[in-house]
């Protein structure tokens, strides 16, 4: 049971990481993705020809990460492991078009997301 606990936070804070709270219809992105893609411009200091490739990075798995969290035909063990598919693709294209520095503060910050998410989590247990 703490197993799965753990499997499910970590589902959830991934998909968090990974779409930035991201609810974009095909066209559009809301505005705290573009919001939090902002902050990553800042964080990571990208420069201008990085920012549109980040941005499409971000959106691409953003949409798929919607699709697997509103997908009700998988179980939460097969979602697992399809977000940990989707969060490892979406890490060797971040670090293709990352530098070094810049993948680490990448990691970094999600890492902190991920903090926030499971004490936000743990918080509404309580």
């Known amino acids: ?19 930035a709270c991201a609810q ?10 573009k919001a939090r893609i902002e902050q990553y411009f800042q ?36 979602k697992y492991k399809t977000l940990k598919t989707i969060q490892g693709n979406k890490d060797k294209e971040m ?3 990352l530098t070094k520095d810049q993948y680490k503060v990448y990691k970094e910050a999600q890492a902190e997301m991920r903090e926030e998410f499971k004490s936000r989590a743990k918080a509404q247990r309580n």
Do not use: H, W
Request: charged share 35%.
């Open 1 to 19: 049971m703490n197993t799965l606990k753990l499997m499910l936070g970590v589902l959830f804070t991934l998909m968090l990481g990974t779409t």
């Open 24 to 33: 974009e219809t095909q066209r559009e992105v809301s505005d705290e993705t």
């Open 43 to 78: 964080k990571l200091d990208l420069n201008e020809d990085q920012k549109p490739k980040f941005e499409e990075i971000t959106i691409k798995y953003a949409k798929q990460m919607k699709v697997l969290r509103d997908d009700t035909s998988k179980s939460r063990y097969e």
């Open 95 to 97: 670090k293709a078009l």
